[in-house]
């Protein structure tokens, strides 16, 4: 049975939370997909494992490279697929175009935008009539990490306000989820409650109707300790041993 943007709709009716990660490459997207996660993001968060700063400098082309990869590696879940900064929010055309050929190029059944009202509410609304899939993502949106730094956003009456208004137009857009990144727990949960799609948290508190988190930070592989996530295991430790071990044996002539 294969995930669809319907099945996350129907899992929020019933209770059932969703589990989402990151893939960049086919080897870390086939073994999520077998693990039985739900919705894998190409995020442009891949930017850590591409050994960028920030998300910007992603480019679409990049976005589209590791999601076909991603995609050769995925049987179950949703794959939902970045539009990386500038890539959509030049004009209508700009992000059907950028949409566009992610569908078409890479087999990926939605994309991702970042931003809420007034800005993205038209350009979702005329993707999703174009027969799009569209993922919203609001509150902390990294893609404005010079304007917003990476600070929780909400916190003020006026700031929750104003994110919960953002939710509700992006619903009405017609977005089959959204992302709610680094905000209270209890304005996730009032957006949880007033909606009837889906939300995915990630530093929004337990919530949401599911979770995503950032792979390379689950995994111990992310350099910098991350914001979110549990690191469930620590695979820089791992692969240092394995090096390390390797080049004694070949320099002690014990391998082969
Ligand atoms: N590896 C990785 N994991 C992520 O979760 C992630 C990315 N990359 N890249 C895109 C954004 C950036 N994210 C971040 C990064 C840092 C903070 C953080 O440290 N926030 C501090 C304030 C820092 C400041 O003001 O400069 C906080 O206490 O909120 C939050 C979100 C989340 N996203
Ligand atoms: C953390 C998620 C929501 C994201 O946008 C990304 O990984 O790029
Ligand atoms: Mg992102």
């Given at each position: 049975m294969v995930v669809t943007t319907q099945q996350l709709i129907q899992w929020k009716q019933q209770g059932r939370s969703i589990v989402a990660l990151t893939a960049w490459d086919y080897a870390i997207a086939q073994l999520l997909d077998a693990a039985g996660v739900d919705l894998i993001l190409v995020g442009d968060s891949m930017a850590v494992v591409l050994g960028y700063e920030t998300t910007l400098p992603i480019t679409l082309e990049e976005m589209l490279y590791h999601a076909k990869s991603v995609r050769r590696g995925v049987k179950r879940a949703l794959v939902v697929v970045d539009l990386p900064f500038l890539t959509y929010q030049e004009s209508i055309q700009q992000a059907m175009h950028s949409a566009g050929l992610v569908l078409k190029e890479t087999g990926a059944q939605a994309v991702k935008l970042e931003g809420g009202y007034p800005a993205m509410v038209e350009t979702i609304a005329r993707l999703v009539q174009a027969g799009i899939p569209v993922m919203g993502h609001v509150g902390?949106?990294?893609?404005?990490v010079h304007q917003l730094g990476l600070r929780q956003q909400g916190k003020t009456q006026e700031t929750a306000e104003r994110i919960l208004n953002e939710a509700i137009a992006l619903e009405q857009a017609g977005v089959f989820a959204i992302v709610l990144e680094h905000i209270p727990a209890e304005l996730a949960l009032r957006i949880t409650q007033k909606l009837s799609i889906p939300t995915i948290g990630i530093g929004a508190?337990?919530?949401?109707?599911g979770q995503v988190l950032v792979t390379s930070d689950v995994l111990g592989l992310s350099e910098k300790h991350p914001p979110?996530?549990?690191?469930?295991?620590n695979l820089r430790e791992t692969i240092t041993k394995a090096v390390q071990d390797y080049a004694l044996e070949v320099r002690e002539q014990k391998f082969p």
């Open positions: 902390l949106t990294p893609q404005s508190g337990i919530h949401c109707n979110f996530a549990k690191v469930y295991t």
